[in-house]
């Protein structure tokens, strides 16, 4: 076992003999929310919760690298990956960045993700964009601040700010293919604090989501452009910050087959979609799938109408155990087609 990469990351090594070498990675992070379950074995630190099943995800690969270490496949090699900073962090990248792939040399990377809007007992994939780019901006509007009488006396930035905020939404509906799905949207926006008065500066913030990374790059620079042009007429001035946080998480084709042939393995042939919609979503492990082959893989957490909400990132959330098992035989599945697949 390896630990400290890229802070907290930890990677379990299972030598069966020579062969190919592969990744299969759990996430592990918990979230900045307070837990309100009220359930026995509910998070016992403050302001902290596996609103996103991190947990589960950890307790399933651990189960299948216990099986695996007790039954292991004739030959190759396992590397069991355990992620930090999955939620928002990139902490697929720092592993990246402190030599995982160099230290840990894999053929491909398999992940797997609970999903409560499916099903228990269902797995969905598919091959190519399953989950969307992740970008944002920060705009800062400025103009002089006055006295709410005399409004001709200063360059007010809230009026400012509110026409960059509307001009932003013709980008998507004017400048992108319609065939070419773009979530765009202002999703902070700060100013004032006088009931009597102008401000000086009015912030706004907001994310894109998008699958195309063309896209991207003509909404990178079109938002700077906008922010200034708009602030321009009501005499104000913008300064804008665009950071691409995570890429497009795209599915490799052979690995996608495998993971699929697996997920039936485990669940059976019916309960398994194979071509699922993709979602606007985003998730890290977009990261690896940019440096090495693999599939990033769902697995249903039933979140029927009758039963509670469960959403991800809500405080309620409960890690659906049923679905432990299952995740672990897909694993276990997965591994054994792998190592055992004629390289
Ligand atoms: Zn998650
Ligand atoms: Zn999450």
Redesign the pocket.
Known sequence: MHEGIAGTGVVGVLHCGDGLSYGLRA?MDALPIQETTGLSYQSVHDGVMHA???DGHTAMLLGAARHLAQNPPPRGVLHFIFQPA?EGEAGAQAMIDDGLLERFPMRAIFGL?NHPGLAARQFATREGALLAAFDSFHIEVRGKGCHAAFPEQGVDPIVAAANIVLALQNLASREVEATKPLALGVTKFHAGDAINAYPSTALIEGCLRYFDTAVGAHIAARIPEIAAAVAAAGRATANCIYKSLYPPLVNHAAETAIAISAAKEAAGVDNVLAQTNPAMGSEDFAYFLRALPGNYMLIGAGNGPATPPCE?HSPHYDFNDDILVLGARYWAALARRLLETPS
């Open positions: 996430d996103c099943g991190h999955e993700h991800l």
